[in-house]
Structure formats: structure tokens, C-alpha cells
């Protein structure tokens, strides 16, 4: 059986994939004579056998799908045994510094999105105040597994395989389900030099998450007094007009867009000035058209409970545990949800542009990756799914249809394929698996589907950054329309951004230069640019406003179901 030193200095067993459970209580017996104790200590480690036992005869088997963190008994086993079953958190006197720290963290998980009552946190203060060894044993196992489920979550380790639709819906994280392991977890703890900022770090700390967490707080305390009643249904409401109902809206407004000063005199029904402004900013918050006028896409934003809210903010946090944590001090952020790319350098947005992301059968993956090169003018290698798809039908419509679009045709994906002539197959004779064995190229060209500009970040999902000849598509409100890349809006703005960032400097006249021409050219980036890809249907902006945007993908309620 494989063995690593534990902080003791002594060897203890770490578990393999399959493992007798039987064997763990007489190991924790045997340990508890390998190091001296004062006679209370002794007591406290005697008691927390109890919450070690396993079931005898019992083999474990540890699969991405079941993770250590759901079997309570094989986790404390696996840690105390690398301690020596030796308390970490408590001493006969109760919680140590370290103990109280995570009580803290633990009960206020709740700022992370997080429901304290998975960490047992009712138990945990039920013992609090005993010092009976059977009462330290269990508060010390509490606080260790409840450390444990917390950090799991707070990495977005949540029991959502990446292969599964919920898997998808959050996101990749960017530690892997089979390497979580709770006696290095544990190992890291201990070696903190400050354990409570130890724990602090370990949720992200870019401004994105923490606005959301200042959100959340703003939401929280609206709930609490009361949310916002519903505003009636009627016709449309404009600057200027006088209306029993703009009384009601002015109230659902105080909440979160009119100024918390608002004299009481001023809530009435008269649309002035001042409900204009809230009003443009409840609908630029809410990614709807800014004209003032409250129709009914307005008022149905209005009307959304704050219950809803709140959820919104929690998943969203949620889905940032599961992407990386420091997003580095320039990178490229894209939002589906919001249709935007955004370049940040320390914290300052100083790119934003309009993107198109894929439709609904061929979703955006959520993901975070390195821009490694550009390249002006690209080829675009046409997937075998559009290959069958779309281009094989089209075919046999027309066998000129590739001749047309300047793409040609090649007899395999090997390098030493064979250009052949598209228009003297017959199309009808091919089928879609048959169809997926060449390789269609298109050129370098004003009618390339990739435009004149690509940014890559490698990656398995073959997803990347392009531009496209159809940018009227941007004017358009709701923009899942792709195959799954996004397209940008303003790609010599996004090579500025990335170039400007390399040794070799680019100025905006030669970045114009290459991409008006027709050569294919690839620059490779001395320094790999961040890019993270992301599904944020609650956002907050650099001003410290929560936005929500619409569930384009319809995710919302199936990962609150799959968290939940």
C-alpha cells in the first residue's frame, strides 16, 4: 500500500483507489499509543474513535462520481490516521485558535453563497460550550469534516461531473475530482502561518466576486425588510405622465435605483426627472432597451421577488468557485450570458465589446485558457459536425456550393491528404459518416467565415475567439447565433489589447495593416493572455451595480437543482 510521511514524522497509510474498510478502526486503536498525552488529551482521542469506526468488511470505492467528501467515516478515518488520531482544532479546554477560525468561516459561509447548514454548524455550537473528552471528540470531527465539505465547495468541487449536463451548466474547475485529497487539505492547514487569513484567501478575491457578495448583502437586507410589493399591470408608463401607479413603482425603486434619500414628498404619482434616471438605470441593469418608457418587459423585471434575486447572486458565486480564483491583472473576460468581452487591466475595464456566442444546440462551454497566438487571415478547418451537417446537404442541393465559398476539399485529415475536385463526386453517394473522413478548408478571404482575425487558446472544446463578414449580427439584442466560438465584434480593438502586452510592440497602424491584407500571418505570444469564459446571468459592474442578465441558455434553475 502507498505511504507518505505525516506531520509527525511517522509513516501513515494514504488510501488507494478501492480499500478495506475493516482495517481502519485497529490502525486508529494502534495510534492512540504512538505518541505521548497529557491524561485529558488522552480522552479526547479515546472518544473520537467513535467517529471512526467503519462498517466491517466494507470495501470503498472511490470513483470520480464518488467523491471522499460524501462518505464522512472514510474521510475523518483517512485524516486522523495521517495525525495519528491526534485533535487538530481542540484541546481539553475546548476550540483552540485554529478551532474558533473555522467555526467563523463555517458560519459565515453564507457570504460565499453557501448554506452553513451542510457544515453542521448547529451541531458544532450545540458542543461548543462542553468540555466533556466525548464533547471535544465530536466537536474536533465536526470541525474537521466541516472544514473539509467547505473548502470542497469553496473550490468548486461540488459533485457535478464535468460529462453531466450540471457539469456543464457550471463550468470546469480547474482542480481535478480524483486528486482532491483531504490529508494534503488538511497538511496545508496546518502549515498556515496565519490560519484565519489562510481561510479568508481561499474564495476568490477578484472584484467580480466580491461585488457579488456586496450584492448579495444588498439583497439580503431588502429581503429582510420585506422585499418590494408588486406593481399593477396597465399601459405603458413615460416621463411626464401622472398615474396611481407610479407610486408603486417609485417604492419598488427606492429598493435598489432611486436615491436612498428620496423625500417621502417625492413618492407619488408623478413621473419626473428623478424616476427617469432610476428608471434608465433599473433597464441598463437589467439589459433591457433604455428609453424610460415602463412597458411590460420593464415592469415584469420589476415584479421579479427578491427571493429570485438572491438566488441569481448565489449561483453565480457558485459559479465562480468553480472557475479560477485570481484571474490575473490583465485578461480577457467574456460573458455568454451578457453577450460582451470584456479587457481588464487591474480591475479597470478597458475594453468592451458586443460578441455572438453559440445557439442553444451548440452552447458555449464555461471555461478559463490562455490566448498563445494570433493569426491574420486564417484558414477555417470546418468541423466534421458542420461537415455532415450543413455542408453535405448543401452539396447535394448544389455541387458547386463549396467551389463557391472558396473551400476546398481534402481526401483525409492526414498531413499527406489529397486535394480533390468537389464537384465531380456525387454527394448523394456520400453519407454523413462517410462525409466526415475529408477535411474541408476554406481560404483566407473577405468571405471567410472566421473574418480576417483569430485568437487562439488551445483547449479540447476547440472553442476560440474569431472575427466574421457578418457583423450586422451585432445589432442584435439577443445574440446566440454560433457554433460555439465566439465571434467578436471588434477584432483589431482585442489584438491592441492582447499585442500590447507583448515585448515586441504593435502600434494600432500596424495591426490595421495586417488585417486589411489578404496573407495569412501567425503571431505567437511571448506572454499568454488569460481568457475566461463565463456564464454570469448576475454581474456587477466597475460603478458596483448588480446587472442581471436573461438565462439565454436556461441553466439558472438546473444548477440550482444540481447545487441544491
Given at each position: 500500500?502507498?505511504?507518505r510521511?505525516?506531520p509527525?514524522?511517522?509513516?501513515s ?5 478501492k480499500?478495506?474498510?475493516y482495517?481502519l478502526?485497529p490502525?486508529?486503536?494502534l495510534?492512540?499509543?504512538?505518541l ?5 488529551t488522552l480522552?479526547?482521542r479515546?472518544?473520537?474513535t467513535k467517529?471512526l469506526?467503519c462498517?466491517?468488511l466494507?470495501?470503498v ?5 464518488k ?11 483517512t ?11 481542540v484541546?481539553e ?8 477560525a473555522?467555526v467563523?468561516?463555517?458560519q459565515?459561509?453564507s457570504?460565499h ?5 451542510k ?7 450545540d458542543?461548543?460550550?462542553?468540555q466533556?473528552p466525548?464533547?471535544l ?18 473550490h468548486?468541487?461540488k459533485d ?8 456543464r451548466?457550471i463550468g470546469e474547475t480547474n482542480n ?8 494534503t487539505l488538511?497538511?496545508?492547514c496546518?502549515?498556515?502561518?496565519d490560519f484565519f487569513?489562510?481561510?479568508k484567501n481561499q ?7 466580491k461585488g ?6 444588498l439583497?439580503?437586507?431588502i429581503?429582510?425588510?420585506g422585499g418590494w410589493?408588486?406593481?399593477p399591470?396597465?399601459?405603458p ?6 398615474d396611481?401607479?407610479?407610486?408603486a413603482?417609485?417604492l ?13 414628498q ?7 426627472d428623478?424616476l427617469?434616471?432610476?428608471?434608465l ?9 433604455t428609453d ?12 421579479i ?6 438566488e ?7 459559479r465562480w468557485?468553480?472557475q479560477?480564483h485570481?484571474l490575473?491583472?490583465r485578461?480577457?473576460?467574456v460573458?455568454?450570458?451578457d453577450?460582451?468581452?470584456?479587457g481588464?487591466?487591474d ?5 468592451d465589446i458586443?460578441?455572438?456566442v453559440g445557439?442553444?444546440?451548440?452552447q458555449t462551454p ?5 490566448v498563445?497566438y494570433l493569426?491574420?487571415?486564417?484558414y477555417w ?13 448543401a452539396?447535394?442541393k448544389n455541387?458547386f ?21 468537389s464537384t465531380e ?6 453519407t ?5 473522413v475529408?477535411?474541408?478548408?476554406q481560404?483566407?478571404?473577405p ?8 485568437f ?6 476547440s472553442?476560440?475567439l ?5 457583423q ?5 439584442d439577443?445574440r446566440?447565433?454560433?457554433?460555439g ?7 483589431p480593438a482585442?489584438?491592441s ?6 515585448q ?7 495591426i490595421?495593416d ?8 501567425v503571431i ?8 475566461h469564459?463565463t ?9 458596483g451595480l448588480?446587472h442581471?442578465?436573461k438565462?439565454?441558455y436556461?441553466?439558472d ?8
Amino acid at each position: 500500500m502507498p505511504y507518505r510521511p505525516d506531520p509527525t514524522g511517522k509513516q501513515s497509510f494514504i488510501l488507494s483507489r478501492k480499500f478495506p474498510f475493516y482495517f481502519l478502526l485497529p490502525l486508529a486503536l494502534l495510534a492512540l499509543l504512538q505518541l505521548p498525552a497529557n491524561g485529558n488529551t488522552l480522552q479526547i482521542r479515546k472518544a473520537m474513535t467513535k467517529y471512526l469506526v467503519c462498517s466491517p468488511l466494507k470495501t470503498v470505492d472511490i470513483t470520480p462520481t464518488k467523491s471522499i467528501v460524501n462518505n464522512r467515516a472514510l474521510c475523518l478515518s483517512t485524516i486522523y490516521l495521517s495525525v495519528n488520531n491526534y485533535p487538530l482544532w481542540v484541546d481539553e479546554e475546548g476550540p483552540t485558535e485554529a478551532g474558533w477560525a473555522i467555526v467563523h468561516h463555517l458560519q459565515n459561509s453564507s457570504d460565499h453563497g453557501l448554506n452553513p447548514r451542510k457544515y453542521e454548524i448547529e451541531q458544532i455550537k450545540d458542543v461548543l460550550p462542553s468540555q466533556t473528552p466525548e464533547d471535544l471528540a465530536q466537536l474536533e470531527t465536526l470541525l474537521t469534516f466541516g472544514l473539509v465539505k467547505y473548502l470542497y465547495d469553496l473550490h468548486g468541487e461540488k459533485d457535478l461531473p464535468i460529462s453531466s449536463e450540471a457539469g456543464r451548466m457550471i463550468g470546469e474547475t480547474n482542480n481535478s475530482k480524483n486528486s482532491f485529497d483531504p490529508v494534503t487539505l488538511i497538511k496545508k492547514c496546518l502549515e498556515a502561518v496565519d490560519f484565519f487569513t489562510f481561510l479568508k484567501n481561499q474564495a476568490p478575491s477578484h472584484y467580480h466576486y466580491k461585488g457579488l457578495q456586496e450584492s448579495l448583502r444588498l439583497y439580503q437586507s431588502i429581503a429582510a425588510a420585506g422585499g418590494w410589493l408588486p406593481i399593477p399591470e396597465g399601459p405603458p408608463l413615460k416621463p411626464g405622465d401622472k398615474d396611481s401607479r407610479i407610486k408603486a413603482v417609485k417604492l419598488r425603486l427606492l429598493r435598489t435605483d432611486l436615491p436612498h434619500d428620496t423625500p417621502l414628498q417625492n413618492i407619488n404619482s408623478n413621473y419626473d426627472d428623478t424616476l427617469r434616471r432610476a428608471v434608465l438605470q433599473f433597464q441598463a441593469r437589467h439589459n433591457l432597451t433604455t428609453d424610460g418608457v415602463i412597458g411590460l418587459r420593464t415592469l415584469d423585471a420589476m415584479n421579479i421577488p427578491v427571493r429570485d434575486r438572491l438566488e441569481t447572486v448565489r449561483l453565480n458565486l457558485t459559479r465562480w468557485h468553480r472557475q479560477a480564483h485570481q484571474l490575473g491583472e490583465r485578461y480577457i473576460l467574456v460573458n455568454i450570458a451578457d453577450f460582451t468581452l470584456r479587457g481588464i487591466v487591474d480591475n479597470e475595464t478597458v475594453l468592451d465589446i458586443p460578441v455572438v456566442v453559440g445557439n442553444l444546440q451548440n452552447q458555449t462551454p464555461i471555461f478559463s485558457d490562455h490566448v498563445k497566438y494570433l493569426v491574420f487571415n486564417p484558414y477555417w478547418t470546418i468541423t466534421p459536425s458542420i461537415a455532415k451537417n450543413e455542408q453535405l446537404p448543401a452539396l447535394r442541393k448544389n455541387p458547386f456550393h463549396l467551389v463557391e465559398r472558396h473551400i476546398r476539399l481534402f481526401s483525409s485529415w492526414y498531413d499527406d491528404a489529397i486535394e480533390m475536385d468537389s464537384t465531380e463526386i456525387d454527394w448523394y453517394t456520400i453519407t454523413p459518416s462517410q462525409m466526415s473522413v475529408f477535411r474541408l478548408r476554406q481560404d483566407p478571404g473577405p468571405w471567410n467565415s472566421l473574418g480576417k482575425l483569430k485568437f487562439v487558446f488551445p483547449n479540447k472544446h476547440s472553442i476560440y475567439l474569431h472575427d466574421t463578414p457578418s457583423q450586422d449580427l451585432f445589432s442584435r439584442d439577443q445574440r446566440f447565433l454560433s457554433h460555439g466560438c465566439i465571434r467578436v465584434s471588434d477584432p483589431p480593438a482585442l489584438a491592441s489589447f492582447i499585442l500590447d502586452f507583448q515585448q515586441k510592440k504593435f502600434t494600432p497602424e500596424m495591426i490595421q495593416d495586417l488585417y486589411l491584407q489578404n496573407e495569412r500571418k501567425v503571431i505567437p505570444l511571448d506572454t499568454p493572455v488569460p481568457v475566461h469564459i463565463t456564464y454570469q446571468t448576475g454581474w456587477v459592474d466597475k460603478e458596483g451595480l448588480i446587472h442581471f442578465n436573461k438565462d439565454v441558455y436556461a441553466r439558472d434553475q438546473k444548477l440550482l437543482h444540481a447545487v441544491n
